[in-house]
DNA sequence: CGCCAGGACGCCC
DNA sequence: GGGCGTCATGGC
């Protein structure tokens, strides 16, 4: 990692990565795209402005403590992408979604915002994901709110959300949160299985929420989300099961594909 | 208007 | 274990 400060930003020049692809690919909902195609949003309650500029990422107004103590964390810049890619490039398809996704990276987020995104994103789209989650800050001055502080909402309180059927699961997760019936630190030091089936005693945690809360929000890079795209890129690429490079890092590896399946155009037949 | 969305759940067999 | 209808909302 290298970057140097200039003016009160924090330019990154070593790694580069795609802020489209990496902030508007369904694993964070809080993050908006500016005109000039630089972002806005938040991680936890930690704001930030993060733009590109001729192969550097900018963090705009950002403190070296914070781009070291939060932001380096967050964009898992520690990580070697580019050694990843090329490990994954041992398969035909995996090969063309680096290809196409390839200045994508995972977000290390916060595990109790990843629990209640994702929670929200069943039968859900993306846009209309990124609204609730909108609203639902709106109610707390713009902030995230804390288990305690959701589990004290009722019906009426999050009726404004209008998010359906699954504002009960919203309550229910923030009163097993706050009660300690689910310890979200019990799920970090849990082996993957049992962490899932911690995850689970939540109603309106399935397996695939189970998977995405514990990849995105615990970083278990061996977690696996299987949704509709991804159901569709097995069934067409992978009948027999995913390729032996993808299995060690599958969730970085499914993050790849998912978004190639999802957005690029030039796959048929599949969408 | 109908179809779909980063699904889960209850019920049926 | 697998199959199916239902759930609330809104973007397209």
């Known amino acids: ?21 990496t902030l508007d690919c369904g694993q964070a909902f809080r993050w908006r795209r500016l005109l000039g195609g630089s972002y806005a949003g ?9 733009g590109a500029r001729s192969g550097a990422v900018v963090f705009f107004d950002t403190s070296e403590e914070d781009f070291l103590g939060l ?27 680096c290809a196409y996704a390839g200045g994508l990276r995972l977000l290390r987020q916060d595990p109790w915002e990843a629990l209640i995104s994702f929670i929200l994103s069943q039968n ?24 305690g502080e959701l589990a004290a909402l009722n019906d009426q309180a999050l009726a404004p959300l209008r998010a359906g059927f699954r504002t009960r699961y919203l309550q229910d997760a923030a009163k097993q949160v706050t009660d300690g019936a689910v310890d979200l630190d019990a799920v970090a030091a849990a082996p993957l299985d049992q962490a899932r089936a911690m995850l689970m005693q939540i109603c309106g945690v399935g397996e695939k929420v189970a998977d995405c809360v514990l990849l995105y929000g615990f970083y278990r890079t061996d977690a696996f989300p299987k949704d509709v795209w991804m159901k569709r890129v097995m069934e067409r690429f992978y009948p027999g ?21 999802r957005t690029c155009t030039s796959i048929e037949g599949t969408r």
């Open 124 to 147: 859900n789209n993306i846009q209309r994901i990124k609204g609730i989650i909108e609203r639902l800050c709106e109610l707390f001055g713009g902030r995230f709110p804390a288990p």
């Open 1 to 21: 990692m290298t970057y140097f400060i200039e003016e009160g930003n924090i330019v990154l020049t070593e790694p580069v990565f795609d802020l489209d692809q």
């Open 71 to 97: 932001w380096a964390p967050y964009f898992d810049l520690a990580t070697d992408y580019e050694a990843l890619k090329a490990c994954f490039c041992a398969d035909e398809t995996m090969r063309a979604a």
């Open 42 to 50: 938040y991680a936890g309650n930690h704001f930030l402005h993060i």
């Open 241 to 261: 099961g995913l390729p032996a490079c993808a299995l060690r890092h599958a969730g970085i590896a499914q993050q790849y594909l998912f978004h190639y399946i």
